[in-house]
């Protein structure tokens, strides 16, 4: 996939000027993607969704956050990129340093926020690193700390569930 964006880049205006770029990423067929995640693995605004601990499943996590926010909740692009990035950073976490099977992804929206909850067996706390300018890894709590509005940790008997919040402009 282009971008590593879920192809939410292209929702305002295609980037780059050829045509044949602005072909390649197409709303719908990123919805239809979209559409077989929640039919496959469930609607995270239900309950929380299991889904196995691949590195691939932050694509399915990404989706199922882009259309839950973009098409159930009607927020905006900008909104709906900056969950999906999020959402991704902590699946990838969840991913690369619990050595869980399994990990479970849950939404959930009240007056004037968005949460986005990714919950693994491990008690092993996330811990926010300082970040240089050119490291390639280490960024992912950096940018959950820039882009949400809260975010955090709760330990639970068995794991713990880690979460953001972005404030939402209720109409």
């Known amino acids: 996939m ?7 880049e292209g ?6 000027s050829s045509r044949a770029a602005a072909a390649r ?7 239809e993607r979209a559409l077989k995640a929640l ?9 929380e969704v299991p889904l196995p601990s691949l590195p691939e499943s ?9 259309i839950v926010v973009l098409r159930q909740w009607g927020l905006t692009p900008k909104m709906t990129e900056d969950a999906v990035l999020l959402v991704s950073e902590l699946v990838g976490n969840a991913v690369r340093h619990t ?3 399994v ?29 240089q300018e050119l490291d390639v890894s280490g960024r992912g709590l950096f940018l959950v700390d820039k882009l949400a509005d809260r975010w955090g940790v709760d330990l639970l008997p ?14």
Do not use: H, Y
Not at 11 to 16: K, L, S, T, V
Not at 39 to 47: A, K, Q, R, S
Not at 106 to 131: K, Y
């Open 2 to 8: 282009m971008g590593g964006m879920a192809g939410l």
């Open 11 to 16: 929702i305002e205006q295609p980037r780059g």
């Open 25 to 31: 990423w197409s709303p719908a067929v990123e919805d």
């Open 39 to 47: 039919e496959l693995f469930g609607n995270p605004t239900d309950g």
């Open 58 to 66: 932050a694509a399915t996590a990404r989706r199922l956050v882009q």
């Open 99 to 101: 050595g869980a099977r």
């Open 103 to 131: 990990f479970g992804l849950r939404m959930r929206r009240r007056r004037g926020w968005i949460r986005v909850e990714v919950r693994d067996p491990s008690r092993g706390l996330p811990c926010l690193m300082p970040v």
């Open 158 to 171: 068995r794991g713990k569930t880690t979460w953001f919040e972005m404030r939402v402009a209720d109409r």
